[in-house]
């Protein structure tokens, strides 16, 4: 590959874990390109629902997959030309991204594209199968963690903060169930990749993690 060169950091774990905004603070600290990988499910989970497309469609699903008219700009998500950075952050639309996450021809579909965002000066690559399966050459690779009690609270102030209603008793439900549907799934389980640092953020805050992951960075 002639970009394989450009240094990759990976920021693999579960939902609510933290790693969009430990991964958007490295990217930022180092002043590298950012891959919300994750994302690219949620943007394919919409164009579904909007098409009327079977979530368990995977040939219908993987052809919009493909065809994905997806542009990030700063903190903007475009679809199309329409920014839909917080549509996608519902919880509909994120348990529907992680059905389709679990269909072979999706993952397939996204691989190429996931490729594409390794550019020039660097990448950090957030999501679950970074280190894993997407770049499993990367520089440094990282698992973020954190209890599922942690994670359901963070998703609590995270869903009031932008005004949308949340039950706390829901959303542990919720995590339970996505961290069993994505650690089981035959293609691309959620796990660390070979020789990760696995950090578990429980106890941290974003500033402490950013730090740690910048640490390690700078000690390869």
Do not use: C
Request: aromatic fraction near 6%.
């Amino acid at each position: 590959m002639p970009n394989s060169h450009i240094p990759v950091i990976t920021i693999d774990g579960p939902t609510a874990s933290g790693k969009g905004t430990v991964a958007a603070r490295v990217a930022d600290r180092l002043g590298y390109h950012l891959l919300d990988s994750g994302a690219l499910y949620r943007l394919t989970a919409l164009s579904a629902m909007r098409a009327g497309v079977d979530l368990g469609d995977e040939h219908g699903v993987a052809n919009l997959a493909a065809q994905l008219p997806v542009r990030f700009s700063g903190d903007g998500i475009f679809l199309d030309g329409e920014e839909v950075g917080a549509l996608i952050r519902a919880e509909e639309v994120g348990n529907n991204a992680s059905k389709i996450a679990a269909l072979p021809g999706v993952r397939q579909a996204l691989y190429a594209l996931q490729l594409g965002f390794r550019t020039a000066p660097g990448l950090v690559a957030d999501g679950r199968d970074m280190g894993t399966v997407i770049f499993p050459n990367a520089r440094l690779k990282v698992f973020l963690t954190a209890s599922v009690e942690a994670r359901a609270e963070r998703r609590y102030k995270q869903l009031i903060g932008k005004g949308f209603s949340a039950n706390m008793d829901d959303l542990l439900a919720d995590l339970q169930a996505r961290d069993a549907r994505d650690t089981g799934r035959s293609v691309a389980p959620l796990v660390p990749a070979e020789g990760a640092y696995v950090l578990d953020t429980s106890e941290m805050t974003v500033d402490e993690a950013v730090e740690q992951v910048l640490h390690w960075n700078a000690l390869l």
